[in-house]
């Protein structure tokens, strides 16, 4: 049964681990080689599927785990994927390869056709392992691209640094502070502006001697 979309629906946004997974992208042009390069960035085991392939994407390629098969499209080749998508610039293809996916439950995304998406793919700001995604659902993604560069200039590498030292900071909290309600209040407040603000004035090291203050008041407070 093929599920059309439906704009009246909320979206469930997620960050989705591919690590490993077969992902098919059918087509071997530009827009596909930009789908090629996020996917594989993130870990995926791409297959690309098309009849003519790019230069640019057997460059992207060569010397990786990606597969190319250079083949018309055919339902086979969904066969044990996560998900899929079109981005080729046959109409027809991209609407079979939609039912395809909706018979064999892999999630699909047709490029720039809304009605041919179970996802959409977010515009992103990244800084280190934190990421920000802005989406339309599909409404206009230009404006999500627009979105992404405002808060590009407001989210800086300072920022990726600074959940770094959050990371550390909570695995020992975690260890150490015993009662859930300081370990809650201690995380809240070291991850405020103020706590950021401190840590991009005085550095690393001193954030952690202002850290290890604030979790040491907390729990004398309880005693």
């Not at 997974?21 to 071997?28: A, E, F, Q, T």
């Not at 992207?60 to 998900?83: F, I, M, P, Q």
């Not at 934190?130 to 206009?140: D, E, F, H, K, N």
């Not at 370990?183 to 952690?208: C, I, M, P």
Request: glycine share 6%; charged share 25%; with cysteine.
């Amino acid at each position: 049964m093929v599920v059309w979309y439906n704009s009246a629906m909320a979206k469930y946004p997620i960050f989705l681990e591919l690590g490993s997974r077969r992902v098919v992208v059918i087509g071997g042009g530009t827009v596909a080689v930009r789908k090629v390069q996020a996917l594989m960035d993130a870990g995926a085991r791409v297959v690309v599927v098309a009849e003519r392939i790019d230069d640019m994407m057997t460059a992207l390629c060569r010397d990786t785990d990606a597969e190319l098969v250079k083949s018309k499209y055919s339902k086979n080749y969904l066969a044990g994927a996560l998900l899929a998508i079109a981005a080729t610039n046959n109409n027809d293809l991209n609407k079979q390869i939609y039912k395809d996916c909706q018979e064999l439950e892999v999630i699909c995304n047709v490029v720039d056709v809304p009605e041919l998406c179970d996802f959409f793919v977010p515009a992103v700001v990244k800084r280190g392992k934190l990421q920000i995604a802005i989406g339309t659902g599909g409404q206009c993604p230009a404006y999500a691209g627009h979105t992404r560069k405002k808060l590009e200039t407001i989210f800086t590498e300072q920022h990726g640094e600074f959940l770094a030292e959050l990371e550390k900071l909570r695995k020992k909290i975690i260890e150490n502070v015993t009662d859930p309600a300081d370990r809650k209040t201690a995380l809240g407040q070291l991850a405020d502006e103020e706590s950021f603000g401190y840590f991009v004035e005085n550095g690393s090291a001193k954030w952690h001697t202002f850290a290890a203050e604030l979790i040491d008041n907390l729990q004398s407070a309880r005693q």
